[in-house]
C-alpha cells in the first residue's frame, strides 16, 4: 500500500459547487497533515495545515479522520482561480515530508 | 522579501556532462531538500539537510550529490547526467520538516539528452 493515496482525478466541477477530495495514508504514527496547492508546473505552495480533528479557512475545511486515515479537502462556492492540483502531505516525526501524487480540480465556467 | 531561489529556471544538457542546480534561501532556514516531481509519481524526495555540514539521503538519492557549506545555500549536483534524471525539480526550505511551512523555489526543469 501506498504511504499516501489520492485520486488523481481531474475532477470537472462548475463555478460555485461544492467539491471535497481525500488523502488515505498508511502510517498511523503521522501527526500533523497539509494540504499543498500547485499550480501547473509552478511551485507547491501550502494551503492548509491540520493538527487535531480539522480546520476551516474560508472556503476551505479540511477534516481528519484518524481512525479511518484519511484527511479531506472540502471547497466550497469553486471559483475557477481554484484550477489546480492538491497534494495531500501526512507527517509522522522524521525529517521527510511524503507528498501524495495529487488530486487535479478543474473549475468551469 | 522571503524566497527561495533556484537557478536556472530551464535546463537542457547532455549525457554525462557534470551540473549544478543552485538554491539559496534568504529566511535563515535550517531545513532544506530537494525533490523531483515527475508525471504520475509526486514530489519525491532527493536529499535534504538539517543544518550546516548535515545532509541526508531521501526517497531517490541515486545520481545526485548535494552539499550545505553555508546555511543559506544547498545546491544539488549532477555528476553524470543520464536521461531518466530529465524532471522538475524542486528547492525547498523551513524552519523546521515537521509542522513549519514548506518554502519552495519556483522549480528548475532539466532535460538530459
Known amino acids: 500500500r501506498k504511504e499516501v493515496e489520492q485520486d488523481p482525478g481531474p475532477f470537472n466541477v462548475p463555478e460555485g459547487a461544492t467539491v471535497a477530495f481525500n488523502c488515505t495514508y498508511s502510517?498511523?504514527?503521522?501527526?500533523?497533515f497539509f494540504w499543498y496547492r500547485q499550480d501547473c508546473r509552478k511551485e507547491p505552495k501550502l494551503l492548509m495545515s491540520?493538527?487535531?480533528s480539522g480546520n476551516e479557512d474560508g472556503r476551505f475545511t479540511a477534516q481528519l479522520n484518524r481512525a479511518s486515515q484519511y484527511i479531506s479537502l472540502l471547497i466550497r462556492d469553486s471559483k475557477l482561480s481554484d484550477s489546480a492540483t492538491y497534494l495531500c502531505?501526512?507527517?509522522?516525526?522524521?525529517?521527510?515530508?511524503?507528498f501524495g501524487t495529487g488530486t487535479r480540480l478543474q473549475v468551469f465556467p | 522579501e522571503a524566497q527561495v531561489t533556484q537557478n536556472p529556471r530551464y535546463l537542457i544538457t547532455v549525457t554525462g556532462k557534470k551540473l549544478t542546480v543552485t538554491c539559496s534561501q534568504n529566511?535563515?532556514?535550517?531545513?532544506m531538500s530537494w525533490y523531483r516531481q515527475d508525471p504520475g509519481l509526486g514530489l519525491r524526495q532527493i536529499y535534504y539537510?538539517?543544518?550546516?555540514?548535515?545532509?541526508d539521503k531521501g526517497d531517490v538519492p541515486e545520481g545526485y550529490k548535494v552539499s550545505r557549506k553555508e546555511k543559506r545555500n544547498f545546491p544539488l549536483i549532477l555528476e553524470s547526467p543520464s536521461p531518466n534524471q530529465t524532471s522538475l525539480y524542486f528547492c525547498?526550505?523551513?524552519?523546521?520538516?515537521?509542522?513549519?511551512?514548506?518554502?519552495f523555489g519556483s522549480g528548475t526543469q532539466l532535460s538530459v539528452l
Open positions: 502510517n498511523s504514527a503521522s501527526q500533523s
Open positions: 525547498a526550505s523551513s524552519t523546521r520538516a515537521s509542522n513549519e511551512k514548506l518554502f
Open positions: 502531505v501526512p507527517w509522522h516525526n522524521t525529517d521527510k515530508l511524503i
Open positions: 539537510s538539517m543544518n550546516v555540514e548535515v545532509t
Open positions: 491540520v493538527y487535531s
Open positions: 529566511m535563515n532556514h535550517e531545513y
